[in-house]
Nanobody
Framework: VQLQASGGGLVQAGGSLRLSCAAS????????MAWFRQAPGKEREFVAA????????YYADSVKGRFTISRDNAKNTVYLQMNSLKPEDTDVYYC????????????????WGQGTQVTVSS
């Protein structure tokens, strides 16, 4: 599967952004999808994940209550709605996919998008 992330940008603290990740292929609904983020010199960090059906979602404590992951299997797209953004949310955000169970570690995912920059100004 090939992934294309979009929707990043510059926003003021307290604002919102919605990231999208479009996937190629006819088996999108078979994949667990996730979002990670990474700052320069730091390890890629788990943000959120969603099961193949969308029935189960998982969040890092740092974003719980502010971010929402969702998917539209008919459109082969996963979303990350980010509200109440903080300067510490500034990172490059990556979408990821895997055919196995949901994981919170970057090395558990086989497929990655190219990343989209999110910058939150104070």
């Amino acid at each position: 599967v090939q992934l294309q992330a979009s929707g990043g940008g510059l926003v003021q603290a307290g604002g919102s952004l919605r990231l999208s990740c479009a996937a190629s292929g006819r088996t999108f609904s078979s994949y667990v999808m996730a979002w990670f983020r990474q700052a320069p010199g730091k390890e890629r960090e788990f943000v959120a994940a969603i099961s193949w059906s969308g029935g189960s979602t998982y969040y890092a404590d740092s974003v719980k209550g502010r971010f929402t992951i969702s998917r539209d299997n008919a459109k082969n797209t996963v979303y990350l709605q980010m509200n109440s953004l903080k300067p510490e949310d500034t990172d490059v955000y990556y979408c990821a996919a895997d055919i196995k169970r949901v994981g919170v570690n970057w090395y558990e995912y086989d497929y990655w998008g190219q990343g989209t920059q999110v910058t939150v100004s104070s």
